[in-house]
């Protein structure tokens, strides 16, 4: 009797259920992909051989040397379309525009800032969609290069900036048109020095809207980007400490222009610093004058703030050069030793463990202080987690979060994503996960608890069986195809299971569908094969070997 697709997992799931099936055992190369997976979206065979090829370290550092382009990932990159679809309509200031159902390419990921100015012109008539289009080519893009992207570890670290330096790409059409330059600007310093990144991050066009910077001025100052780049940005929460002191002075340092935390005072006074950063978006500033129409960061003398101020125990003096407020509390922030343990420890977690030990975060913290100045600073502290015992001799426990886990299961099926439409982030919402679209500043939240509820379980479940499928319409791959005439049901079964992170073991999926290995693989309908590789891949995928980095 045909086995229906929907037999098939129903099946598998009762059966794994019932049977209590065995784990597969770990591969002979397990090590190596605990290290791939660590520091990429998966292992596959091509990162598997260049390992063995220039050992684990060589591997590294081909990964920190390759440049932000590559040409086989900007081929893909170009050829790819994403769909545009909306009625005709107008809008009040009796603007119209006709229907639309397009495939357009990602032109907006290389396009000149100027060139998206166009989103934010209501002198014109443009659908929403139309505005927010660049957004949407970003969160496109970033499961084309999480898959394929050969400067993994790049990808891994871009993704790691975009939730630490977090902007929800679409809370309005302002951060939308901007976010492609957001996006290459943590692409471009993934491995680089921490206080230029910082300071690009600052004059970004996307963060300045997002947090509300671009109006602040003085009388009162706008507090939202101070307060985010003090907390999240830089010293940390862990480093407020307006619970214990209630002025400048008292704090441990602030004597000596060293205070070991922030105060409320601080941002106050950081908000200051930063008045008058603002984006040349055409707007008005005073009677005559606008600002220039370049979609980049620009600086507005009259908005600043130019009295003296005081931050972290530093006087500042008053009536200084253009932005030198906002780049010295930068130049304070980037060296200080409660943003290197903030930021080495989001990267122990990310990268290791959701709890880092305190030895290592500290050494880590060490080399980003002493490297402040070196244009490698961020490739240095990842060499430095990399290379040191705890990252050899910790166990997989980290859990892929939900985009992590869909790129890895494309990696591993050496799937091409070709989706036009975007739905890998709707179904990627449902467990949890807004790529680029994040609410809080946070980001992601990164640790195990945070993804272990019952629903995000069990949509990273329907991730594992149908994320082939022809109607998840995200990437392809023929799952019915055959090797051969003579290929038995085990063999199939085997060579879709493989690349995992375990041995496959085809014999307990078989006997929980009620299969015989022997049997030839090619007198199943074409359906029931592609139902029956579906069911082998969930059942690797589902395992710890894969989920568990």
Known sequence: MMLTRRDFHLRLMAGIAALGLPRPALASDSRSDLWLNRLSFGATPDSRDAVRLMGQMGWLEDQLQRPVGDAGLATLLRDARLQISYDAGGDENGHSWPSTDDLRPLDSLTADPT??????????????????????????????????????LREVMTQFWHDHFSVNALKNEFTAAFFPSHDALLRDHAFGNFRVLLGDVARSPAMLYYLNNDESRAAPANENFARELLELHTLGAASYLNDRYADWASVPGAADGRAEGYLDLDVYEVARAFTGWSVGDGRGLSEGSNAPRTGRFHYVEAWHDPYQKRVLGVEFPPNRAPMADGDQVLDLLARHSGTARHICTKLARRLL??????????????????????????????????????????????????????????????????????????????????????????????????????????????????????????ATLNLAALEGADETLGQFLARRSVGFGAEPEPEPVLAALGLDAAQPAAALSQEERHGLAAAAIAFAALTPEFLLR
């Not at 975060?361 to 502290?381: E, H, K, S, T, W």
């Open 353 to 474: 463990t959701d709890d880092p030990p305190a030895a290592l975060v500290d050494r880590l913290a060490g080399v980003f202080l002493a490297a402040a100045d070196a244009p490698d600073q961020m490739a240095q502290v990842i060499r430095t987690l990399v290379s040191s015992p705890e990252f050899t001799d910790t166990p997989p426990q980290k859990l892929r979060r939900p985009f992590e886990v869909l790129a890895a299961l494309y990696r591993a099926t050496g799937a091409e994503v070709t989706g036009t439409e975007n739905d890998f982030h709707w179904q990627l919402m449902r467990a949890g996960w807004r790529q680029h679209q994040y609410g809080p500043p946070t980001g992601h939240p990164d640790v195990l608890a945070a993804w272990t509820g019952a629903s995000s379980l069990n949509r990273i479940v329907d991730l594992a069986l149908y994320a082939h499928d022809d109607w998840f319409a995200v």
């Open 115 to 152: 060139d998206q100015m166009h989103c934010i012109d209501w002198s014109q008539g443009l659908d929403f969609s139309e505005r927010v289009r660049p957004a949407m080519e970003v969160i496109s893009a970033s499961l084309i290069r999480a898959v394929h992207a050969p400067a993994q």
